[in-house]
């Protein structure tokens, strides 16, 4: 069964509107920035414009595509032909703007705006097939390369934004399609910022610097961070940083299915709650990766989410120190039925360059 045979329409509805690029790509395999799925229950259709009508029409196997002239006609002329009267669209997608175009153009139609389609597309999204892991597995070794790379250009005098430029230029030269999200390059106090904007802050020796970056391969994303120290440590970031790495290390011994996200989650927590840090990791542990750099499942200390075998998800638990410093390592990896196959390669030993 292909992805379009194997999405679930929810019950109330005739048929399915698909108007996300992610979706859209998820279904049909190709890349754009316009464009709408129907899928019917025994049927499916991908309606693209011109722009992108040849590579549509070399490319998409499982619908049936048609040039997109008047959407109004051409979606009323298919409802018809499947005698259907109820679209279910993506809410977590759709603007309100969108569905006052929808609901102004078909009268007739009764729109299903609950998030019962975006949740089953979404579910089907957390597992992965084998091909979906080697496309992350892809880009994480395109960003791999990229840390290396960074090892080498890092030094007392270098500013968080050349070591951002580093990273990206090396992603995007070495195969990467985009970057999984802006790169976070940070040094010195900086670090203590979870989700900090590279500056012109230039990196001085003693500090760490902590970068959180990634690659997108043929649609899939990849995620890890690093903290490294630029010359010798202080006892603190040394005593800090292996306490982050013990987290880490028996979140990845706990990450099986079968479990919660809270249980992933709670297992990092309390070594670093026992170590009287509690209070310095306010994120969650972890999220899944996909098509989107966070999608489900989420491990976080409410997540009743059951991880199940072909998750794709990120550990990555973090110490923050305001006026101080930062530490976060983060791995991510294939959930299994027993050990998880970690997906990131680098060591975790902490560098100093
Ligand atoms: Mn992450």
Do not use: W
Request: with cysteine; aromatic share 8%.
């Amino acid at each position: 069964m292909n992805r379009i045979e194997k999405l679930v329409i929810p019950e109330s509805a005739d048929c399915a509107l698909i108007t996300s690029d992610i979706s859209r790509r998820y279904f049909t395999g190709m890349k754009s920035s316009a464009g709408i799925v129907l899928i019917f229950r025994n049927a499916a259709y991908l309606l693209i414009d011109f722009r992108y009508i040849e590579k549509a029409r070399n490319t998409v196997k499982d619908c049936e595509v048609i040039e997109q002239q008047n959407l109004k006609e051409q979606i009323a002329e298919l409802m018809k032909k499947h005698n259907a009267c109820s679209i279910a669209v993506e809410a977590a997608d759709m603007t309100l703007s969108r569905m006052a175009f929808y609901e102004e153009k078909f009268p007739e139609f009764e729109f299903i705006k609950s998030g019962e389609l975006s949740d089953n597309i979404s579910e089907m999204r957390t597992v992965k097939t084998a091909d979906e892991i080697d496309k992350i597995k892809s880009a994480q070794r395109i960003a791999e390369k990229a840390f290396d790379e960074a090892l080498n250009f890092i030094k007392p005098g270098v500013t968080e934004r050349e070591i951002s430029l580093c990273l990206d230029e090396f992603m995007l030269r070495n195969g990467a399609e985009a970057l999984s999200f802006e790169t976070i390059a940070l040094g010195g106090k900086n670090t203590s910022m979870p989700h900090g904007v590279p500056s012109e802050y230039t990196v001085k020796s003693g500090d760490f610097v902590l970068m959180d970056f990634g690659a997108v391969y043929d649609g899939y994303h990849s995620d890890m961070t690093r903290t490294v120290c630029v010359g010798q440590p202080s006892e603190k970031m040394e005593s800090v940083y292996n306490i982050v790495l013990n987290a880490q290390l028996k979140a990845l011994d706990t990450v099986k299915a079968g479990i919660t996200g809270a249980e992933l989650d709670r297992s990092a927590r309390d070594v670093i709650k026992n170590a009287g840090y509690g209070e310095c990791f306010g994120h969650s542990l972890g999220h899944g990766v996909g098509m989107e750099i966070h999608e489900f499942p989420t491990a976080s200390e409410k997540s009743e989410t059951v991880l199940k075998e072909n998750m794709v998800v990120t550990v990555e638990p973090g110490i923050y120190l305001p006026e101080e410093f930062g530490v976060r390592i983060e791995d991510f990896v294939v959930v299994t039925e027993k050990l998880c196959e970690n997906l990131t390669k680098c060591p975790k030993k902490m560098i100093i360059l």
